[in-house]
């Protein structure tokens, strides 16, 4: 999901938010190498943020994305283009 996100931020010209800083992901280490770039992108465009749990942020790449999810990042990338 967040490749094809990643390409969609890019033909629509959506660029990174400011004033946010970035929170390194504690799951990192799942991250397969072809989403990495792309995890990086959707967070840096604040669509998706990963979870809070234990004072770190996690991104869960290996978990299932639920249609209520989907949902949400297709609004908030159709609100991101004005």
């Given at each position: 999901?967040?490749v ?19 929170k390194?992901?504690g ?5 397969s ?14 669509l ?7 004072g ?25 283009t004005?």
């Open positions: 999901m967040t094809m996100l990643a390409r969609a931020i890019k033909l629509l010209h959506i660029t990174k938010t400011s004033g946010t800083p970035a390194p992901y799951d990192v280490a799942q991250f190498q072809y989403a990495q770039e792309s995890i990086q992108t959707v967070t840096d465009t604040e998706m943020q990963g979870v809070e749990q234990q770190q942020f996690f991104f869960h790449p290996n978990l299932p994305t639920t249609r209520e999810a989907a949902a949400k990042v297709l609004y908030q990338l159709i609100k991101a004005k």
